[in-house]
């Protein structure tokens, strides 16, 4: 992967460990800035440890860490939460259900003293192309996709500039995948932003990312372009055999 551009995420020789076992063992890999990087891997391979550790919500790590230009140590830094967002699979999980979409948007702000709140709300709803009167909507009373997008508006509201994708369509309809996806590309296109994105669906990462890195009991077993992962050229036997169960990647 060579490049002219920062790295925005450095995952050097990352090991998790929990109790007697290892659940990320010598991972490394890097994501340059306005990039988007795909982790993909079966249930338990390692991959959401990864995202765990560099979002900030699991200490347990050793090895280097180093996101929007902050190293990461056993705390975050005061700036993390303005430069780093995270986006989870469960658009109605993450959104407490008594708060109006109103709520949800201003309160990063209110916490993280940012100003002009009705402006910033109101751009960030037509960013992510949502209605104006979803505002003052409950949870409840949109749908999935339309609850993804709240999420996704959510993270952005603060102006980040690396985004954290945990699964954030496999809880989606097929066809509201595909929003969601072309959404999020849109948005990195725009915003100059930086995903690390986090699935067991090849074709989802495939859409999104250039780059994706195979996860396997904890390894990191391959990094290969999207390209060459679409015309099948693998070289470890998990990738492989990953390839073969997505019948979607073509």
């Not at 550790?53 to 996101?67: F, K, S």
């Not at 909507?137 to 996704?152: C, D, E, N, T």
């Not at 985004?163 to 072309?182: F, G, K, R, Y």
């Amino acid at each position: 992967m060579s490049h002219t551009r920062r790295d925005m995420i450095i995952v050097d020789d990352l090991r998790v460990r929990f109790g007697s076992h290892d659940a990320v063992r010598g991972v490394s890999f890097r994501v340059p800035e306005g990039s988007s990087f795909g982790i993909v891997g079966e249930s338990g391979s390692g991959k959401s440890t990864v995202m765990r550790a560099l979002a900030g919500l699991n200490d347990l790590w050793d090895g280097y860490l180093e996101i929007a230009g902050m190293p990461l140590g056993r705390g975050k830094p005061p700036d993390f939460f303005r430069r780093v967002q995270m986006v989870f699979q469960d658009p109605y999980g993450s959104l407490h259900p008594r708060q109006t979409v109103d709520r949800a948007l201003s309160e990063p702000l209110l916490v993280q003293g940012i100003g002009d709140i009705d402006r910033r709300i109101r751009q960030v709803l037509a960013d992510v192309a949502l209605p104006a009167a979803a505002r003052f909507r409950y949870p409840h009373q949109l749908s999935g996709g339309q609850r993804q997008r709240v999420a996704i508006a959510r993270a952005l509201i603060s102006e980040p500039s690396v985004l954290l994708l945990d699964e954030p369509t496999s809880a989606l309809d097929v066809s509201v995948q595909a929003e969601i996806l072309n959404l999020l590309a849109d948005l990195r296109e725009e915003r100059k932003l930086t995903y690390l994105m986090v699935s067991h669906n090849l074709a989802v990462v495939a859409h999104l990312c250039p780059w994706v890195g195979v996860m396997s009991n904890g390894e990191m077993v391959e990094i290969l372009s999207a390209e060459d992962l679409r015309a099948g050229r693998t070289r470890n036997p998990q990738t492989t055999r990953l390839r073969e169960l997505s019948a979607e990647l073509g």
